[in-house]
């Protein structure tokens, strides 16, 4: 009886032992598996110090996919923005530079935040509240992109958020009163925020203690082909509108809201850019191309599907969701091969495109289009979003 005893205990001891033994090795492969998950990141580096010897850092978000997105203090600059094509590899779709110093040369707007007007006025003139205010002339006869200085050039002040899905860059910046010729003082921020799904969130938020005008997109060149040399004349576009902006021949908006019916800008099914681009058109010969912004369908919807790209030898898609009223497709016709590339080359004509969401150019000298005034007391805000996938 004893011995039957001494043999049931032992039989218990090694039964928790073993248990025990489990426990542990199930432990350790659970700690293991959360150290080894992917998660997202932002690392922070050095890029170089502008002219006047301020030093810029840049931001690389990566996602657990292998999307990585950088960006700059200088102009709020996306420089890099990797995306999967069918086969799974990841590589860069914006156009951009590797050093401070070629932003600062010669850049036209590679993947600036563009403020306080993004687009064309006039002459640099509008009226608000009747005051009459001169902005920079920095295109021709005609304001551009928030003039000389605009926060395409701006050193911002940058945030970092983590969470499980999303990492973000929080950037900030007080454009002073008169800046360029715009009233108020104006507080903006705006946040990049890469997920788990391939896709940048981009929030714009601004306020003002002067009635102003406020006018905000993100000015990224893509180019979806494996490798940034190639044309994007291959790409096929969708834009959600019925209807475009003619412009005079300094690419100022008429007022005319005119369809695309039967015309090169009808985009509403799935084209090929280089279709109808050389079109004897008189359009198509004041932007030497697609320079022009759409009016986008349901306006009152908030956020919404307002236009697409697709790259048929690569098999990337880019998707673009906003509440904005325009959209500008530019294809990329000023670029002439004199500006370097990231790589070996040169950026060559129509090699990036850009799908820019805002109001529409010269809206203050309009009164039919969408208001651009921010009162004291209103916050701007507004949201678009970038989904990347392949097929």
Known sequence: MIRFKV?????????????LLIIIISCET???KNITMPLVTIEKTDFGKTRDGISINQFTLKNKNGMELSAINYGGIITSWTAADRNGN????????????????ESPYFGAIIGRYANRIAKGKYELNGISYDLAVNNGENHLHGGFKGFDKAIWEVGQVLSDSTASLV?????????????????????????NEDRLTIKYEAESDRATIVNLTQHSYFNLSSGLDRTILEHELIINSDSFLPVDSTLIPTGE???????????????????????????????????HTWVLKDQHQGLRFVASAYEPQSG?????????????FYSGN???????????????FRSGFCLETH?????PNNKSFPSVTLNVGEKYETITEYKFSHK
């Not at 043999?7 to 248990?19: A, C, E, Q, R, V």
């Open 334 to 348: 000023f670029l002439d091969g004199t500006i370097k590339s990231k790589g070996e080359g040169n950026y060559g």
């Open 171 to 195: 950037l900030s910046y007080k454009s002073i009163d008169m800046e360029e010729g715009y009233p108020g003082n104006l507080r903006v921020q705006v946040t990049y925020t890469l997920d």
């Open 359 to 363: 109001h529409y150019p010269n809206s």
């Open 316 to 328: 990337r898609v880019l998707e673009i969701f906003s509440d904005q009223p325009g959209i500008q």
């Open 90 to 105: 990841y590589e860069d779709v914006v156009l951009g530079f590797n050093n401070i110093a070629q932003y600062e040369k």
């Open 30 to 32: 659970s700690t293991k």
């Open 257 to 291: 809201i005119r369809s695309v019916n039967n015309t090169p800008f009808d985009f509403r099914a799935s084209k090929k850019v280089g279709a109808n681009i050389n079109d004897p058109n008189i359009q198509l010969g004041y932007g030497n191309g697609y320079d």
């Open 7 to 19: 043999f049931i205990l032992g039989i218990m001891k090694n039964t928790l032992s073993l248990l």
